[in-house]
């Protein structure tokens, strides 16, 4: 069976069966030419065939076997092939614009003088480029589709050509805005208006009458101002705003209002940012090392603080302590805490005590913590003496340390606010000031025992019990520290009036009938009366009050200067086995003396101290004149730091 081939059939063509014997789908005998008459239909493999006619031949054949085939009908006709035979003549074919453009070439090449007389049309769309020739207006706009699924409001830059009323819309995408950068939204071309009979702007299904629709009309300057909404093809675009050109040409030709250009506000996109959190940690490995595959898509490993782990290699905290909340057999353990500052890792062991019933040995293996107050990993400054911290439930008062933590932690007062001694001292200092007029009342106030020295107990008594400070045990360590300047382990009345009381109180140590003939010869001294003589004992007396409070005045000054040395030093991040070798670079024999260390002081240390000053830092390393200083000697120098009530573990 062959199809008829057909132009813009829009159906199969071609052979639609092969040549061979086929049987009838009902009786399932092989059709016979009995079976094929004019008028009749056949059924072949589920399709149906409505015979309307044969030809010449065919009816012959028919004739000399005796079977008569019927007139021929006239085959059905369809609706858009009968618009076009109504709409053409018969023969002429519907060309498109190339074609068209083709033939008028061809007439006009055939008969020139058909170019000399341009149509109408023509006229006036070659007077509108020459006159509006690369002349546009611009405008820019917004569609807001977020009433639909997955909408958005979304900004576009519409250019209408002056010179042929094309329109060219591009969308303006923000960064990171996940769409395709696809560069034009709708090429350049003639814009049609929606209309009631016209719905090609708004997506309508398509009809197969598309010669029966009117003319078309298209958007044009007239229908293009801010704040006007123009249909692109279904999509609502509202024109926010222009530019000068465009706003220049508008009032000219149809006599805006400057108001009319104003910019339309838009209010700032609102972005809701889902923060997520991370999920809990599972226990398995380090917090770190789990929130990498959380993190990121291809895993790497968790970034160690190199520096750090070299720079506290070897330094690690110890401190002693009891359990608060332990039940009654391990009531009187005792246990040992060690915090490694390379890594910010701790561990605990029960220390063995003999006839207790409790073995002793590892409590708690190498690992962080984190504070159950904070969330947060325990840091160095959580641990102190008096400090009270929550371990995994169990909460633990460390009230020792050993002579090493406690000379770190009072070298690193900025680290740790347990060791600022001048902020415990000033407050101190404001105390006592306001309560006692004189050194030795303050003095005896503290000085329970009145054996002319105050113990650590007596200033803990007083301080916390009497005065109501709210001091820990190692603020109270630290202030016990500062004043006791000798390292004796007592506090003396000099020790107390060079530390703790101002300089208006340092002069409660002279006797009173003293005091009076200093302050009368110190007056007489600086406004004497006319004709006035200044005898030898007031002169006397008034050396011997300047003479005191400047070795007052120059301890304090010393025992700062000493400080802020050892600061500088512990600052520089060398070890004292480096620093001693700067000091000693020029000695013979590898130690420290006077003179080595007075040019190190300024030339390879770089402090760049003064004179007075060098003086007063090598009556602390060099109290015996000249002694030379070993290594060991410095290192005991630098860690003289009086220790009270510590145990060493």
Wanted: hydrophobic residues 35%; contains cysteine.
């Amino acid at each position: 069976r062959q199809y008829q081939r057909r132009v813009h059939g829009g159906l199969p063509q071609g052979a639609l069966l092969r040549r061979q014997a086929v049987r009838d789908a009902q009786s399932q005998r092989l059709l016979t030419p009995e079976a094929f008459l004019v008028g009749s239909e056949v059924h072949i493999f589920g399709k149906t065939f409505h015979l309307i006619d044969c030809d010449a031949g065919t009816r012959d054949y028919y004739e000399k076997l005796g079977i008569q085939q019927p007139e021929g009908e006239e085959p059905p006709v369809d609706e858009h092939t009968a618009t076009l035979k109504r709409k053409l003549p018969f023969g002429v074919k519907r060309l498109n614009p190339e074609q068209m453009e083709a033939s008028r070439h061809m007439e006009i090449a055939a008969n020139p003088a058909a170019a000399q007389k341009p149509s109408k049309t023509q006229v006036a769309q070659t007077q509108q480029f020459l006159a509006n020739d690369r002349s546009v207006l611009q405008f820019d706009a917004i569609w807001d589709d977020r009433g639909t699924l997955y909408g958005d409001k979304r900004k576009f830059s519409l250019t209408y050509f002056l010179a042929d009323d094309t329109v060219r819309v591009v969308e303006k995408l923000p960064p990171n805005s996940g769409r395709d950068p696809f560069p034009v939204f709708v090429a350049r071309k003639r814009l049609p208006k929606p209309s009631a009979t016209n719905n090609r702007s708004t997506a309508a299904p398509a009809k197969i009458d598309t010669l029966s629709h009117p003319p078309l009309e298209f958007v044009s300057d007239v229908d293009l101002m801010v704040g006007r909404t123009v249909d692109v093809f279904g999509r609502p675009l509202l024109l926010i705003g222009c530019d000068p050109y465009t706003e220049s040409y508008l009032t000219n030709k149809f006599g805006y209002s400057p108001e009319a250009f104003a910019l339309i506000e838009q209010p700032p996109r609102s972005r809701t940012v889902v923060v997520s959190e991370p999920p809990p940690h599972t226990g398995f490995g380090s917090e770190e090392d789990s929130l990498v595959s959380w993190k990121y898509l291809i895993l790497k490993a968790p970034r160690s603080d190199v520096q750090k782990r070299l720079r506290h290699a070897t330094d690690v905290l110890r401190f002693g302590g009891f359990m608060r909340n332990a039940p009654a057999p391990t009531a009187g353990a005792r246990y040992i805490l060690r915090f490694f500052l390379m890594d910010d890792t701790m561990n605990i062991f029960e220390q063995q005590q003999r006839n207790t019933g409790c073995v002793g040995g590892k409590f708690l293996m190498r690992q962080r913590v984190k504070n159950p107050a904070t969330g947060q990993w325990y840091q160095p400054s959580d641990f102190y003496v008096g400090a009270v911290t929550d371990i995994n439930g169990h909460v633990f008062v460390w009230d020792e340390t050993d002579q090493r933590t406690l000379n770190y932690i009072q070298g690193r007062p900025r680290q740790f606010s347990v060791a600022d001694a001048d902020r415990v001292l000033n407050s101190l200092k404001a105390l006592l000031a306001s309560r006692y007029g004189k050194t030795t009342e303050a003095f005896r106030a503290v000085d329970k025992d009145h054996t002319g020295n105050i113990t650590a107990d007596n200033l803990r008594e007083v301080l916390i019990g009497q005065l109501s400070l709210d001091l820990s045990d190692h603020e109270l360590l630290t202030l016990f520290c500062a004043i006791d300047a000798d390292g004796d382990g007592v506090i003396n009345l000099k020790d107390f009036a060079n530390r703790l009381m101002p300089r208006d109180h340092a002069s409660a140590q002279l006797e009173p009938d003293g005091l009076a003939e200093v302050t009368r010869a110190v007056v007489t001294m600086m406004a004497p009366a006319p004709n006035a003589d200044i005898s030898g004992a007031a002169l006397e007396l008034t050396s011997s009050y300047r003479s005191k409070a400047a070795f007052q005045g120059d301890a304090l000054y010393k025992d700062r200067l000493y400080k802020m040395f050892r600061d500088k030093l512990m600052g520089r991040r060398l070890k004292v086995q480096d620093t001693f070798r700067l000091l000693t670079d020029k000695a013979s024999d590898g130690r420290l003396g006077e003179s080595e260390f007075r040019q190190a002081l300024n030339d390879a240390l770089q402090l760049h101290v003064t004179d007075a000053d060098a003086d007063l830092l090598a009556e602390v390393f060099f109290p015996v004149p000249g002694a030379r200083l070993t290594l060991p000697e410095f290192i005991k120098v630098l860690d003289s730091s009086p220790a009270w009530s510590t145990r060493y573990l």
